[in-house]
């Protein structure tokens, strides 16, 4: 720190040094990139066809590094889900990371979902650092991830601390991450930046916190499953000297910085699923070093649409795609066909939704079917059915679940759905009327089963996944349960043989979940709840 600012002072007091050239420091980045390898349709969009794809992407960035001086690749978290990475667990993502030459990334909770012991393995496959400032192992002070990373390029030093949001953690099976423990964002962020602060260029945090969002391929257009960036907002409020926020979670895409107006912290984030690269040029005056005293003197951001027909496949991911792929051509079989197109909705009800909750009530054998919607991942299309078709759709390890409930108790759980903290609960079984301008678990007008209303002190089995029977993705009612069992088979499995036990599946009844006023026959209809294929 010492060799810096003497030679600044020669150069002031002698005036024989130039002053030295803005520099441009160029900032990639994405985040919830939930393993969306292959381009999709923008049927949202009237300007391409296609968006999106690993291999487009990484041509994206290789072309960005070419054409630029000093260029830095980050991701907020969310690598996992999808099949490849379930078969995997996790390897696939990160191959394809260290091919496209990352730089660091954050912890997301999708990291979680094969178990953080097996995550604690896996995070060891690359080079660049896998940050989670704010873990420990639990009732420990052992840190369970590396908290931060300084990374130097062309003499521009880069501090960047990953962080887990504490409510982000709540997203997934709780045993998956029993063994940790998420402390407070803030308090930790303010740690290493008072660490980091004068020796770096830029202080970036990577985090992964806030509400969470739905993986819905149109989010770009459509804003009520964008949940913003309040709490990166705070984050920037309460902690001075971060330069960069780079977020992941809520899926609340940035089409340009936001400027904290405390702190002049820059926000951003994209939509995820590598339909867009994040894009932060800063231009520093150029007093780079050890001594941290570079000076920001303007940005540009953006979020770069990532054309699938007008950008290359890297021949490098596409090769490592194709080994991966061979190595499990089982789910490319054809296990069923679809009568219809099946679609999946975060905040209303679903065809998709229906369906599996369909079918987790009648495996179980239950009185009533829950299906959280955050669970639906991808639409099933019309046609034939291939096993990863089913996989995606539903990438996760969640057993399914009986749990036995008072009525009082099942409707605390309609009014969790109700109010949309982490989507609407997509319901088999039962008919609701509900008001959703109503005060939040006050929103349920009538609720009726297979027809007969709700009634407090009777008793009801559901049948549902593991992560709502563990109290997980919020649902802290089901830790009050009569009786709760958690079946050998996984749902994932069910799903398969559904499938491959019919002709063809045919599109759901809907009418479960009304927008009051109700009519009496929408509600005790019981065809409205039954599905049509059965």
Not at 40 to 49: C, G, L, N, Q, V
Not at 51 to 61: F, K, M, P, W
Request: proline share 4%.
């Amino acid at each position: 720190m010492f060799l810096p600012r003497l030679a600044a002072f020669i150069c002031f007091s002698f005036v024989l040094c130039a002053q030295a050239e803005p520099q441009k420091v160029t900032l990639l980045f994405t985040n919830d990139f939930e393993s969306a390898y292959d381009p999709t349709a923008a049927f949202w969009r009237e300007d391409i066809e296609r968006i999106g794809g690993v291999a487009q992407l990484s041509s994206l960035i290789q072309q960005i590094r070419a054409e630029e001086d000093i260029v830095f690749l980050f991701d907020a978290g969310d690598i996992f889900t999808g099949t490849l990475a379930k078969l995997t667990h996790g390897a696939i993502s990160f191959e394809l990371m260290l091919t496209m030459g990352y730089d660091a990334m954050a912890i997301g909770n999708h990291e979680f979902e094969y178990g953080w012991a097996r995550f604690a393995e896996e995070k060891n496959r690359v080079p660049f650092p896998v940050l989670g400032a704010n873990l420990f192992y639990r009732d420990t002070e052992h840190p369970y991830a590396q908290p931060y990373a300084i990374i130097e390029r062309q003499g521009i030093r880069v501090g960047v601390i990953g962080i887990l949001g504490q409510d982000a953690a709540t997203a997934l099976i709780p045993s998956n991450i029993a063994g940790l423990e998420v402390r407070d964002p803030v308090v930790t962020t303010a740690a290493y930046v008072e660490l980091l602060r004068d020796s770096v260029d830029l202080v970036v945090v990577l985090t992964h916190q806030g509400m969470t969002a739905p993986m819905q391929t149109d989010d770009e257009a459509d804003l009520t499953v964008q949940r913003g960036n309040a709490e990166n907002l705070a984050l920037a409020k309460a902690v001075p000297g971060i330069d960069v926020i780079f977020a992941g979670h809520t899926d609340a895409g940035t089409r340009e910085p936001i400027v904290d107006p405390h702190n002049g912290t820059l926000i951003m984030q994209t939509y995820g699923q590598g339909q867009h690269l994040g894009y932060l040029q800063i231009e520093l005056d150029g007093s780079s070093g050890l001594s941290g005293d570079s000076v920001r003197l303007g940005h540009t951001g953006k979020l770069i649409t990532v054309d699938s027909d007008s950008l290359p496949a890297d021949a490098r991911i596409e090769s490592k795609l194709d080994h991966f792929r061979a190595e499990h051509p089982g789910i490319y079989e054809e296990v069923g066909v679809s009568k219809d197109y099946l679609s999946r909705r975060y905040y209303r009800e679903s065809d998709l939704g229906n369906l599996f909750a369909d079918i987790v009530r009648e495996a179980t054998g239950a009185d009533v079917g829950l299906m959280p919607s955050g669970a639906l991942r991808k639409d099933l299309p019309q046609g034939v059915i291939r096993r990863v078709d089913l996989f995606d759709a539903f990438p996760f390890e969640d057993h399914m679940a009986s749990v036995t409930v008072t009525g009082s108790q099942l409707r605390q759980i309609v009014e969790q759905g109700l109010s949309l903290n982490r989507g609407i609960l997509q319901v088999s079984g039962m008919t609701i009327c509900y008001a959703p301008e109503a005060e939040a678990f006050a929103r349920s007008e009538k609720i009726y089963v297979h027809g007969e209303a709700l009634m407090p002190d009777e008793t009801y089995t559901l049948g549902t996944l593991e992560i709502l029977a563990q109290g997980g993705d919020a649902y802290v009612q089901f830790a009050d349960a009569l009786h709760t069992e958690i079946h050998a088979e996984t749902f994932a499995d069910e799903l398969a043989r559904y499938f491959s036990d019919r002709p063809a599946v045919e599109m759901p009844a809907s009418g479960r979940l009304n927008v009051a006023p109700c009519s009496h026959n929408v509600l005790t209809d019981p065809g409205s709840t039954t599905h049509a294929g059965r």
